[in-house]
């Protein structure tokens, strides 16, 4: 029996801050950072927001919802990727900049979606058959750029599995 190794390439680019990124992924990004005042993150301290570009032209952001209860603690690209599907049904989104910022430290490194977003915004990207740029910043430091959500979750589980 032959045991076979195979790899999954995952790449993005990567950019020394934010001040490097070209001009219409800056303005979304900046977009994200004057919108963390609208998480509710008590719990945490740990504000998320999520901007998009969508195929319209709309940009629309969401930031993390938490809750007493832990688990009911919504992330701020799930929040986005709903209101996108209820306000604009039919519309592709073409990128999102995820950025962050914690009451305990500076974040000097780029934070990416959890793995839960990762599918959510999988699901978006295969539903509309257009690749999400996904631009992914800390408070500081090197910013990410993903060109596909397949980068995020290489080896991803997909309704062509079903
Ligand atoms: N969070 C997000 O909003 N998005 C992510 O991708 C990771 C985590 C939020 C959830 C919670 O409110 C806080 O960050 C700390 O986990």
Known sequence: ?????REVVSSFTVYDSAAELAAGDA????KSVSELQHSYSPYSGFKVAATVLLA????LTGTNQENASYPVCMCAEGT???????LYPGVAV??????VKSSQQSIAHPVAPCGLCRQRLLEYENRFQQNIKVIMAGE???????????????????????
């Open 27 to 30: 303005v979304l990004l900046q």
């Open 140 to 162: 500081s430091g090197e910013v990410l750029v993903a060109d596909t959500v397949k980068d995020l979750l290489p080896l991803y589980f997909s309704g062509s599995d079903l």
């Open 94 to 99: 073409l990128k999102m900049a995820v950025t």
């Open 80 to 86: 986005v990727l709903g209101a996108v599907s209820s």
């Open 56 to 59: 319209n032209g709309e940009v």
């Open 1 to 5: 029996m032959a045991i076979k190794k």
